[in-house]
């Protein structure tokens, strides 16, 4: 007998309480390591984004296509790249037109008529299921594949009482890419009532349901028709013993519709990745050209106060690569210091092997070394964003590179005062190699923290931690929530202290302190509102140094 009761009336005895957790503090993840990205690809759901990994970048979002067919198949090169080079994994949004159809792989039954009739099982697509019973299953593939899927349909041999072979309503059905790679095997039950031995559902819609979200099935068959039927190759096992299995040719359920994308395309994908679950910290535009698409691009990085990382073409000289910039008008975004632009003059061999040489942006490098670079974190979970991914120890990892543009004193000077990042080759102690030259933002300052990328990285990482903290802290009573808010602040700034991120101010208010906060409530509204504030100095970079050397007697 148990000791304790749960609850306790007026009767003698002990009341137990559910365990109160008071060690929990907010966490930090790894969403430094992510990226997100609107991009053309030839697999991958059209309706909402998606996360990619190095292991799978080819099963989601297939094989690469030439750029020289269509430019957008670059962004294809720099999410492989980049998880190739220290992304833990991409968030993607996939393009897409109103023109875009995904169809429906439908399964039939086919029955000959005569003195041997005979049954089988045929494969077709359609925009939309039949309105009347003419199909036993549809297959609706949410991945949209360009290239294709097969299907596969087999069901275990059953007898009746005479040993004869009767119709068998559980089956296991594949969808498999066309290189015939298993995407998804299901098995389950035409009968709607069907249970398996927990007293679960076992109808195949529910369990394709229970499995994922990128393929839907419908049954069409009702009554004695929902069997799979004997004596077709999905019954039963051959004279070798080995399962019969009707096969597919592959199906072309998914019409991309086109590429060319209209503004309220690229609105509908920057939404769709704004208000996505999956986590990132960095946006990268995958090398496009497109200022409708970089707009929204801009607006994303506002919304999420997350960096974006954009490419400016590397064929164009310095002055047509500035004037690519300015009538992007960047600067005049109301958080340009997270908006940052890479120049490349470099021609490089394809890193995944699918083009031919040529020019390949590198922001999106830059974001994978960044997220590489975070993934090592102190003993209070603080990576190094104080060193900027520029510089002797950032060096593009490409073969074949070849620079096409000769930049002198005064180019380079320019393209600082556009605030572009050109990427080109430095020499060094140890000699010399492709580096990212600078680490500027877009932002129209010159004399001011916010032009630098690592202070952007680190401001941007600290609002993330205190917003998600602040959050925890909702709906607490008002001294509670301030009590924890004032302990985070301190415990978070102290770690950035150590970190190196921040450093003793000179400014009188700070009082030689590297930060300070208040915590307190609305004095228009102290009944539910709090107010929180941060003053930080941030370490900043060693951008130019000034060398003399003077002779003495």
Same mark, same amino acid.
């Not at 875009?100 to 439908?106: E, F, N, T």
């Not at 003195?115 to 089988?120: C, D, L, R, V």
């Not at 202070?455 to 602040?470: F, G, K, P, Q």
């Given at each position: 007998?148990?000791?304790?009761?749960? /609850?306790? &009336?007026?009767?003698?005895?002990?009341?137990?309480?559910?365990?109160?957790?008071?060690?929990?503090? @907010? $966490?930090? &993840?790894?969403?430094?390591?992510?990226?997100? !990205?609107?991009?053309?690809?030839?697999?991958?759901?059209?309706?909402?984004?998606?996360?990619?990994?190095?292991?799978?970048?080819?099963?989601?979002?297939?094989?690469?296509?030439? !750029?020289?067919?269509?430019?957008?198949?670059?962004?294809?090169?720099?999410?492989?790249?980049?998880?190739?080079?220290?992304?833990?994994?991409?968030?993607?949004?996939?393009? $897409?037109?109103?023109?875009?159809?995904?169809?429906?792989?439908?399964?039939?039954?086919?029955?000959?008529?005569?003195?041997? @009739?005979?049954?089988?099982?045929?494969?077709?697509?359609? #925009?939309?299921?039949?309105?009347?019973? &003419?199909?036993?299953?549809?297959?609706?593939?949410?991945?949209?594949?360009?290239?294709?899927?097969?299907?596969?349909?087999?069901?275990?041999?059953?007898?009746?009482?005479?040993?004869?072979?009767?119709?068998?309503?559980?089956?296991?059905?594949?969808?498999?890419?066309?290189?015939?790679?298993?995407?998804?095997?299901?098995?389950?039950?035409?009968?709607?009532?069907?249970?398996?031995?927990?007293?679960?559902?076992?109808?195949? @819609?529910?369990?394709?349901?229970?499995?994922?979200?990128?393929?839907?099935?419908?049954?069409?068959?009702?009554?004695?028709?929902?069997?799979?039927?004997?004596?077709?190759?999905?019954?039963?096992?051959?004279?070798?013993?080995? /399962?019969?299995?009707? #096969?597919?040719?592959?199906?072309?359920?998914?019409?991309?519709?086109?590429?060319?994308?209209?503004?309220?395309?690229?609105?509908?994908?920057?939404?769709?990745?704004?208000?996505?679950? =999956?986590?990132? $910290?960095?946006?990268?535009?995958? *090398?496009?050209?497109?200022?409708?698409?970089?707009?929204?691009?801009?607006?994303?990085?506002?919304?999420?106060?997350?960096?974006?990382?954009?490419?400016?073409?590397?064929?164009?000289?310095?002055?047509?690569?500035?004037?690519?910039?300015?009538?992007?008008?960047?600067?005049?975004?109301?958080?340009?210091?997270?908006?940052?632009? =890479?120049?490349?003059?470099?021609?490089?061999?394809?890193?995944?092997?699918?083009?031919?040489?040529?020019?390949?942006?590198?922001?999106?490098?830059?974001?994978?070394?960044?997220?590489?670079?975070?993934?090592?974190?102190? &003993?209070?979970?603080?990576?190094?964003?104080?060193?900027?991914?520029?510089?002797?120890?950032?060096?593009?990892?490409?073969?074949?590179?070849?620079?096409?543009?000769?930049?002198? *004193?005064?180019?380079?000077?320019?393209?600082?005062?556009?605030?572009?990042?050109?990427?080109?080759?430095?020499?060094?102690?140890?000699?010399?190699?492709?580096?990212?030259?600078?680490?500027?933002?877009?932002?129209?300052? #010159?004399?001011?923290?916010?032009?630098?990328?690592?202070?952007?990285?680190?401001?941007?990482?600290?609002?993330?931690?205190?917003?998600?903290?602040?959050?925890?802290?909702?709906?607490?009573?008002?001294?509670?929530?301030?009590?924890?808010?004032?302990?985070?602040?301190?415990?978070?700034?102290?770690?950035?202290?150590?970190?190196?991120?921040?450093?003793?101010?000179?400014?009188?208010?700070?009082?030689?302190?590297?930060?300070?906060?208040?915590?307190?409530?609305?004095?228009?509204?102290?009944?539910?509102?709090?107010? !929180?504030?941060?003053?930080?100095?941030?370490?900043?970079?060693?951008?130019?140094?000034?060398?003399?050397?003077?002779?003495?007697?």
């Amino acid at each position: 007998m148990q000791a304790f009761t749960r /609850q306790l &009336g007026r009767e003698s005895g002990v009341q137990l309480n559910p365990l109160v957790d008071g060690s929990e503090v @907010p $966490s930090v &993840g790894n969403e430094d390591q992510c990226f997100g !990205i609107i991009m053309r690809a030839t697999r991958g759901r059209i309706d909402r984004p998606f996360k990619v990994s190095r292991g799978d970048v080819y099963a989601k979002l297939g094989r690469g296509e030439p !750029i020289r067919t269509n430019a957008l198949n670059e962004a294809w090169v720099h999410v492989v790249e980049a998880l190739n080079n220290g992304a833990y994994e991409a968030v993607v949004q996939r393009l $897409s037109t109103s023109n875009a159809k995904i169809k429906y792989a439908l399964v039939k039954l086919t029955k000959t008529e005569g003195a041997n @009739p005979t049954s089988k099982y045929t494969f077709e697509v359609a #925009e939309s299921l039949p309105t009347s019973e &003419g199909f036993v299953l549809g297959v609706k593939h949410l991945e949209c594949f360009n290239d294709g899927i097969k299907l596969e349909l087999h069901a275990d041999e059953v007898l009746d009482d005479d040993a004869d072979q009767v119709g068998n309503d559980v089956l296991t059905l594949r969808v498999k890419d066309p290189d015939g790679n298993t995407l998804y095997e299901f098995t389950g039950s035409l009968s709607p009532n069907a249970k398996d031995d927990y007293g679960n559902s076992y109808y195949l @819609p529910d369990i394709v349901a229970a499995r994922t979200t990128n393929v839907e099935v419908t049954v069409g068959v009702v009554g004695d028709n929902a069997v799979i039927v004997p004596g077709t190759a999905a019954y039963g096992y051959n004279a070798n013993g080995f /399962q019969n299995w009707a #096969e597919s040719d592959t199906l072309i359920c998914f019409e991309e519709g086109g590429t060319s994308y209209t503004t309220q395309d690229y609105q509908r994908c920057r939404e769709n990745l704004q208000y996505t679950q =999956f986590d990132f $910290s960095y946006i990268s535009s995958g *090398g496009t050209q497109a200022p409708a698409l970089l707009a929204q691009l801009a607006q994303l990085a506002f919304d999420t106060n997350k960096q974006l990382r954009f490419d400016v073409p590397g064929n164009l000289s310095v002055e047509a690569a500035i004037a690519f910039v300015e009538q992007l008008n960047m600067g005049a975004n109301k958080t340009a210091h997270l908006l940052q632009a =890479f120049w490349t003059p470099l021609k490089t061999d394809d890193p995944t092997g699918v083009n031919p040489k040529g020019y390949f942006g590198t922001a999106t490098l830059n974001i994978a070394y960044a997220c590489g670079r975070n993934a090592v974190k102190d &003993g209070k979970g603080f990576a190094a964003k104080n060193y900027p991914i520029a510089g002797r120890e950032w060096q593009v990892n490409r073969t074949g590179i070849t620079q096409t543009a000769t930049l002198r *004193g005064p180019d380079l000077d320019k393209l600082a005062g556009a605030k572009i990042n050109p990427v080109i080759y430095e020499v060094y102690t140890g000699g010399g190699r492709y580096v990212f030259y600078d680490s500027l933002t877009c932002a129209k300052v #010159e004399s001011s923290y916010r032009k630098l990328i690592s202070v952007a990285d680190m401001s941007c990482s600290l609002d993330d931690r205190i917003s998600r903290a602040a959050k925890d802290f909702l709906q607490l009573p008002m001294k509670v929530a301030i009590q924890r808010m004032n302990a985070y602040l301190k415990a978070v700034f102290e770690g950035a202290e150590s970190a190196g991120w921040l450093q003793k101010s000179n400014d009188p208010q700070m009082g030689g302190n590297a930060f300070a906060y208040s915590v307190k409530e609305s004095e228009l509204n102290p009944m539910d509102q709090m107010i !929180i504030g941060y003053w930080l100095h941030y370490d900043g970079v060693a951008r130019a140094i000034f060398q003399t050397q003077t002779i003495t007697r």
